[in-house]
């Protein structure tokens, strides 16, 4: 309640009584929510991509999307000229990169849904309209990351689109090394429960990685319609070292390895082709394959332990849509989507040269899934919109290898949407909706971490997460550029997918598991603050905040707890100051620390991350050539984490130990050189 009316203090001071209507916010309320911003509006910034423009966009906070199984789900809240980019391995953050500012007409914020646009269960989109034509578009850019033990993480990026007579093209190489910053050098300390010390180390570990993409994109009129193509190839390495240097309870060295090779392939198509001026049709294919090598190991005087993953997986999808416009006030839409999802997994886990069987350590699995669907869009009145749709959902699981099962599930998911704007410069928003999540194959199999000492089982025998969602929301737009949502959310969960104890031959073991029901509340805060109004001009305060509370019963203790790994609170904030004059823009991106913990049957495992800050600069010699310097973790942030372990289950053993890891990870110089070629 508290955060609820502080909100609402908010709302009042930003919109004070009295304040006459601009221009634009006429223009929204005309519109019925839906906001245009030319290349005017973002020409002081001199964005290089669609991503930098939606940056831009006042209330809007990017979202990339799930990363989950079918294509319905797994959308994020940017559209390029009204639809959903045919990928689901491709980041959408890098498909707006690689789409040039000089490509881009307008980009609209569309807010409480628009006859014709698909919401994709969002509550605001941004739409990116591009140009028609525009020939031969190209960028370069290098850059490096110096970090401040030395080493130096080099990026290639080469991009280049064109087209004519209906026709485009677009193709893009991606080279990089990563830098892990949850790694690095500090201090482990393990106590007993009376808090005497039973280990004393200092670790010093380092992960690094390296990463190559290859796309490329072709949309030509093809049957009375147009039909677009677009592939990805991706491959990511990954390195961890750590290396303990034990002082008690004797001196010893311990160090642990992670290794990981991942690989993916896609195809994409859709064809779209108007059968009426008023009715459309869609057809979407989609396919990908994954494979994953996993191995970690851990040594110290006198023991070793090893653990190996191989995982195969593939998805393939076929969506069909037909859409109806009857008027501008009224729109209809159909369709339905099969997907076919396989996974294969192998691992090995072998403590003190003795093999270790793990429940679900070897699985085939397949997932036969199907959707049909039906929404419409109506705006009764120019100040009201409303959507409602109707999902039913139907899917088949069978697995063979350690756990042989099958099952079939069904689920209705109606969705009822509702928006109002009583004047030009405020919407209230609300929406009821049941959904289901999607089960992820990586519970399916058992995993681990060997350095701290958990090793996971697998459970394929799980139900996927259901929920009816209550939201409401309420935005206000204020100096012409300014604006601030609140949000408040409530969730009636079902068959909450968390952690739980299962038995196998050499014991007991955590895999995730359906633990029943529980509750989930959140308050989103939304902030655009243009300080032009107070003579800063062309500065911009852009920010975020998310609080959750959460409550399960723990399978354990039988205790009421959150929810394992939400994360109470989450915020972000950005400023930037474009000088245009300088050809210079500068600010300060600031991401806040957060805190997860997760609820083992026999441990409490807490992580717990500082906030990170990055200042930035960037320099504009020329129209097509942007020189940038970056500060990132110049406060130095650093990555806790801390076990609380105890002598058998939670609910009738006291606590043996308490592992507390603090690594420390220091500043980084990052440098990017860009160049841009044609119109």
Do not use: C
Not at 476 to 503: C, M, N, Q, Y
Request: hydrophobic share 40%; aromatic share 8%.
């Amino acid at each position: 309640m508290l955060h609820a009316a502080a909100a609402a203090a908010i709302l009042a001071l930003a919109a004070p009584e009295g304040e006459a209507a601009t221009p634009a916010a006429a223009a929204v309320a005309a519109a019925g929510g839906v906001i245009s911003y030319d290349q005017a509006f973002f020409a002081a910034a001199g964005p290089a991509n669609a991503f930098e423009m939606v940056q831009r966009l006042p209330g809007f906070a990017f979202d990339g999307g799930d990363s989950v199984r079918g294509f319905e789900g797994a959308a994020g809240n940017v559209l390029i000229d009204g639809k959903r980019p045919i990928t689901k391995t491709d980041d959408l953050e890098e498909i707006l990169r690689r789409l040039p500012a000089s490509a881009v007409a307008r980009v609209e914020l569309i807010r409480g849904g628009a006859p014709g646009i698909d919401m994709q269960g969002k509550a605001v989109l941004a739409n990116v309209i591009r140009k028609e034509g525009g020939g031969f578009r190209g960028l370069v850019a290098l850059s490096n990351n110096h970090i401040y033990d030395g080493r130096d993480a080099q990026g290639v990026r080469l991009e280049a689109s064109g087209g004519a007579g209906g026709r485009s093209w677009e193709a893009s190489a991606r080279w990089g090394e990563g830098i892990d910053d949850g790694a690095g050098e500090g201090p482990r300390t393990r106590l007993d429960r009376f808090g005497s010390p039973l280990k004393l180390a200092a670790m010093d570990s380092e992960g690094n990685g390296e990463t190559g993409t290859l796309t490329g994109a072709y949309e030509t009129p093809a049957l009375g319609g147009t039909l677009r193509i677009n592939g990805r190839l991706y491959q990511d390495l990954y390195d961890y070292d750590e290396v303990e240097t034990v002082s008690l309870p004797a001196a010893d060295v311990e160090r642990g390895h992670d290794g990981d090779d991942t690989r993916e392939t896609e195809l994409g198509l859709r064809f779209s082709r108007p059968l009426t001026p008023r009715a459309n049709l869609e057809l979407i294919g989609l396919f990908q394959t994954g494979e994953e090598i996993y191995g970690a190991t851990y040594a110290k005087s006198g023991y070793s332990e090893a653990f190996n993953l191989d995982r195969d997986t593939g998805e393939s999808i076929v969506r069909t849509v037909f859409s109806y416009r009857h008027s501008p006030a009224l729109s209809f839409e159909a369709g339905a989507e099969g997907a076919f999802n396989q996974l294969e997994s192998k691992t090995r886990y072998v403590k003190q040269g003795a093999p270790v069987a793990l429940p679900a350590a070897n699985v085939q699995v397949e997932e036969k899934r199907g959707e049909v669907f039906a929404k419409a869009v109506w705006r009764p009145r120019p100040t009201w919109t409303l959507e409602a749709g109707l999902r039913e959902e139907g899917s088949s699981v069978t697995s063979e290898g350690d756990v042989a099962l099958e099952k079939t599930l069904y689920f209705l998911k109606p969705r009822l949407a509702v928006t109002w704007a009583p004047d030009a410069k405020t919407q209230v928003r609300a929406r009821v909706e049941r959904t289901v999540g999607q089960l992820d194959f990586d519970d399916f199999v058992a995993d681990s971490s060997l350095s701290s000492g958990v090793v996971t089982a697998g459970n394929p025998d799980l139900s996927p997460e259901s929920a009816w969602v209550i939201e409401a929301a309420v935005e206000r737009r204020f100096w012409t550029k300014g604006a601030i949502v609140a949000t408040v959310r409530h969730s009636e969960l079902t068959d909450v997918v968390d952690r739980a104890p299962v038995f196998g031959a050499n014991g007991v073991f955590d895999a995730p598991a359906n633990i029943g029901e529980g509750t989930k509340d959140e308050l989103i805060l939304n902030l655009t603050l243009p300080f032009d109004p107070i003579g800063l001009k062309g500065a911009q305060l852009q920010a975020e905040a998310t609080w959750r509370s959460s409550e399960v019963t723990d399978p354990t203790t039988g205790e009421g707890r959150e929810i394992s790994d939400l994360r109470p609170m989450e915020w972000e904030a950005h400023f930037t100051h474009d000088l245009p004059q300088w050809r210079t823009t500068w600010g300060v991106d600031a991401f806040g620390g957060w805190r997860e913990t997760s609820y083992r049957f026999d441990q409490v495992y807490d992580v717990k991350l500082k906030t990170y800050v990055r200042p930035f600069i960037e320099w504009k010699p020329q129209p097509d050539l942007s020189v940038r310097l970056e500060l990132p973790n110049v406060t130095e942030r650093g990555l806790r984490k801390t076990r609380t372990v105890y002598e058998g289950p939670r609910d009738a053993n006291p606590i043996a130990y308490v592992d507390d890891r603090d690594y420390q990870f220091g500043r980084m110089y990052y440098l990017r050189v860009r160049k841009t070629f044609g119109g």
